[in-house]
């Protein structure tokens, strides 16, 4: 079992960047591959990106960046904000590699842990 908290939303202007960060509160972290995922209204849950222990990551754009630390955090960089990104982020878990070889898991059913979401305001 892993409990995630997800931190750093809020509203901000078109063209800036943003962090969040999630905390993963268990002492396993190092064998969870930590996954964002975003929805946005209307739209169902997307995956933005993930990332290993090895610090391999995935992503869908070069706008999102993953990185994660030793201990029990992982991050989301967001660059160049869109208005269009308003949404809720999420921040998610599943124990192992969850995929194969370079390949991760891109579908919300195949995480089996979730933070309570964190929401982000793009203003033009």
């Known amino acids: 079992q892993v409990r995630l908290v997800e931190s750093g939303g809020g509203s901000v202007q078109a063209g800036n960047s943003l962090r969040l960060s999630c905390t993963a509160e268990?002492?396993?972290?190092?064998?969870?591959?930590m996954a964002w995922f975003r929805q946005i209204p209307g739209k169902e849950r997307e995956f933005l990106t993930a990332?290993?222990?090895s610090g391999v990551a995935d992503s869908v754009a070069g706008r999102f960046t993953m990185s994660r630390d030793a201990k029990s955090q992982t991050f989301l960089q967001i660059s160049n904000l869109l208005p269009e990104d308003t949404g809720t982020y999420y921040c998610a878990a599943q124990k192992g590699v969850a995929g194969k070889g370079n390949s991760y898991y891109r579908m919300k059913d195949e995480y089996d842990y979730w933070g309570q979401g964190t929401q982000v305001t793009v203003s033009s």
């Open positions: 990332i290993r222990w």
């Open positions: 268990t002492r396993a972290f190092p064998t969870y591959t």
